[in-house]
């Protein structure tokens, strides 16, 4: 059975009041869930809150749930959405003014990431993959809301085209057109981060 069918069943056993079917959506969904709200947030701390937040708002409101569009793609308008309000919030800016005593006094986290342990790379290999995601990261956290949202979405999870604009709310043209800004942007970023 395909996923999107899979979760088709999930979803209507779930409206009927089988919270095992929920359940399994949320096991299906959280690790891709929360890698959005990681790169949209750039804080490990707030992508959890951010993820916790996109299922119990699918959950509540999984009666508005269309079956025209993949499950998958709604939780990721969902998630966007509440990552976007997060941004936009005072509390959020306030906080972001604000420097952590507990982490080095940098704010990064070094838990902020689930990474597997690749056996079959040596330490110093390790150690530059981990500084190259640093990189990434960084420069995807400095792109401008909308192109960060757009770059992780299509680049980072995955989401075809159809799927960003579904869960961005936007049209397939300027979908592919912010894209392009935002690629180009994040290269100049790359850039700038590997020279400074």
């Known amino acids: 059975m395909d996923g999107r069918r899979q979760d088709s ?35 490990g701390d707030e992508a959890r809150d951010c993820a916790q937040e996109t299922f119990v708002k699918a959950f509540r409101s999984l ?9 998958g793609t709604w939780l990721y308008a969902i998630a966007v959405n509440t990552c976007r309000n997060r941004l936009q919030s005072a509390a959020y800016r306030a906080k972001r003014r604000t420097v952590s005593l507990g982490a080095g006094g940098n704010g990064d986290s070094p ?10 790379l040596s330490p110093l290999e390790q150690l530059s993959r981990k500084e ?5 990261q960084r420069a995807i956290a400095a792109l401008p809301e909308m192109a960060r949202t757009l770059v992780v979405l299509r680049d980072i999870e995955g989401l075809s ?23 180009a942007r994040l ?10």
Not at 132 to 136: K, S
Not at 164 to 176: D, F, M, Y
Not at 187 to 196: D, I, Q
Request: hydrophobic share 40%; aromatic share 8%; with cysteine.
């Open 161 to 183: 085209y159809e799927e960003v604009a579904q869960a961005t709310g936007l049209e397939l043209g300027t979908v592919k057109s912010g894209l392009a800004r935002a690629r």
């Open 63 to 71: 009666k508005a749930f269309r079956f025209d569009a993949a499950f």
């Open 111 to 120: 838990d902020c990431i689930a990474e597997l342990e690749d056996r079959g």
């Open 9 to 43: 069943l999930e979803v209507q056993a779930a409206l009927r009041g089988d919270k095992k079917a929920f359940e399994a959506l949320v096991i299906r969904y959280m690790d891709r869930i929360y890698n959005a709200c990681y790169r949209l947030m750039g804080d």
């Open 132 to 136: 190259g995601e640093r990189l990434l």
């Open 187 to 196: 290269r100049s970023n790359l850039k700038g981060e590997a020279m400074g």
